[in-house]
């Protein structure tokens, strides 16, 4: 079992930044792919970013050169740092781990960029 606590959410302005955690506990953390979605009101959650146990990225063409997504296994947390947050990039963040048939989600941050 996994026990994931996303955190980092909030208001910013259109061209702020933003940098998000999610922290992991209850198993062993380096063995999860890590991914962030996001879910935007009257829409499907996306893909935004993923991270593999190996340290391999992907990101969704519409955050690619805008966020990042990082690991830091000692500290069982996985991050997405978004800078140029555009209005269109408002919506609920939730954090996944993944590993064999283990499918783990957490509770979710909301992110708004309004001015």
């Known amino acids: 079992q996994v026990q994931l606590v996303e955190s980092g959410g909030g208001l910013v302005q259109p061209g702020g930044s933003l940098r998000l955690s999610c922290a992991a506990s209850g198993s062993i953390f380096e063995i999860y792919a890590m991914g962030w979605y996001r879910q935007a009101p009257g829409k499907q959650r996306e893909l935004v970013a993923r991270i593999t146990s190996g340290g391999s990225t992907m990101y969704a063409d519409s955050v690619k050169g805008r966020f990042t997504i990082s690991r830091d296994n000692a500290k069982s947390t996985v991050y997405l740092q978004m800078n140029s947050l555009k209005p269109e990039d408002t919506a609920v963040y939730y954090c996944?781990?993944?590993?064999?048939?283990?499918?783990?989600w957490g509770q979710g941050t909301q992110v708004t960029v309004s001015s």
């Open positions: 996944r781990a993944r590993w064999d048939e283990y499918d783990y």
